[in-house]
C-alpha cells in the first residue's frame, strides 16, 4: 500500500515524497515578469517538496496579466530562473515551470490597450488586479483561426527556455478559467470552427498545445493542470464529466507525465465543488501518475494515496506558511497558518520569513 511519504516516479524524474507543491502566484518578481532574487530564497526554502510546480508563468506578453508575475519568454526572464532551479537542485529539489495564458482575464492595460483574447467575444466577471488597482475586465475578442500557429509556437519556445533555464519539466496551465479552459467549456466557447462545438474540437486546443510542448521539451517532462470541478472565473461546462474524461484520454495519449487535477469537494475551504468529483472518472482513463489538489490535510491527503485514488497531492497554501511541509507532516506537527493579506504584496513579509519547524520549536 503506497505512502505519501514513498518515492514516485513521474516521466523522466524521480521525486522522494509524493507532497507536492502546487503553484501559488506571488507577485514578486519585477514590473518587467523578471524572476529576483527573493523568489531563488523562496522556492529553495521549500525543495522538500517531493515536486515544487512554480507560480503560474507567463508563456508570451499577450499571455500574463498579473502584477509581478514572471514571465518565460524573453531571455533575460529564463536567465533570472536559472539561479532560481540550481538553488532548488542543490537543495536536493526538484522543479516544473507552470506556463500560463490567462486569455480573456488580463486587462487591456497589460497590453499597450490591445484587446485580451479567448475562444470566443466574451468578458470575464468581477474585476481584474492591475498596477492600478481592481479594474473591470473588458471585452476578450476570439483568437482567430490564423492565430493558433503563432500561439503554439510562443508555448513551445517558452517550453523550451524553461529547460535552458534548468527546469526538470514544464506544466500547462489548462485549468482555473484562463486561455486553454476557455477553449474547453461550453459555457465560454461558443465557436463554429474546428476549436467549438463538439467535444472533440473543444479539446483540440489543448492537445495541440500539450503536442507542442512535448515536442520541444519531450513527454515524459511534459504535465498538465485541470480543473474539472464546476466553475472557475465564469467558466464553465453543461457537463463536465465527459469533457475532461476525454481531455484525460487525449493526454494520456500523448504519454504526458502527470496530470494534475484542481478539484475542491465540497466541503472545500477556498471555493467549493458544484458538481460531484471526477476524479475517479479520469482516473480509469489516464494510467499515468495523477496528481490530486485541493483542500488536503495530511490525514486526507495520505488516505487518497493509500486506497490509490491519486499518487500524490499537490498542497497549496499550507505551503505558503509552512516552507518545510514535509517534515511537519511527516511528525504530526501542528501548521503554520498563513496571512492572506500578503500573499501577493511585494517583499519579503508573508514570503520567506515563515519559521522552520526546528526554529519555531526553539
Known sequence: MPSLFDPITIGAITCPNRIFMAPLTRGRATREHVPTELMKTYYTQRASAGLIITEATGMSRQGLGWPYAPGIWTVEQMEAWKPITEAVHEAGGRIFCQLWHMGRTVHPSFLDGEKPVSASATTAPHKAHTYEGRQPYEEARALALDEIPDLLGDYARAAGF???????????????????DQFLRDGSNFRDDDYGGSIENRIRLLRQ?????????????TAVRLSPNGGSQG??????????????????EIDIAFLELRE???????????????AAAIRKVFTAPLVLNSDYRGDTAEAAIAEERADAITFGRPFIS?????????????????DRATWYSQGPEGYIDYPALARAAA
Open 162 to 180: 524553461a529547460i535552458a533555464a534548468g527546469f526538470d519539466g514544464v506544466q500547462l496551465h489548462a485549468a482555473n478559467g484562463y486561455l486553454i
Open 209 to 221: 498545445t500539450t503536442q507542442a510542448i512535448a515536442d520541444v521539451v519531450g513527454p515524459e517532462r
Open 235 to 252: 467558466v464553465n461546462d453543461s457537463d463536465p464529466e465527459p469533457l475532461f474524461v476525454a481531455a484525460a484520454e487525449a493526454l494520456a
Open 264 to 278: 475542491p469537494g465540497p466541503e472545500g475551504t477556498f471555493g467549493k465543488g458544484q458538481v460531484d468529483p471526477i
Open 322 to 338: 509552512n516552507p518545510d511541509l514535509v517534515q511537519r507532516l511527516a511528525e504530526g506537527a501542528e501548521l503554520v497558518p498563513d
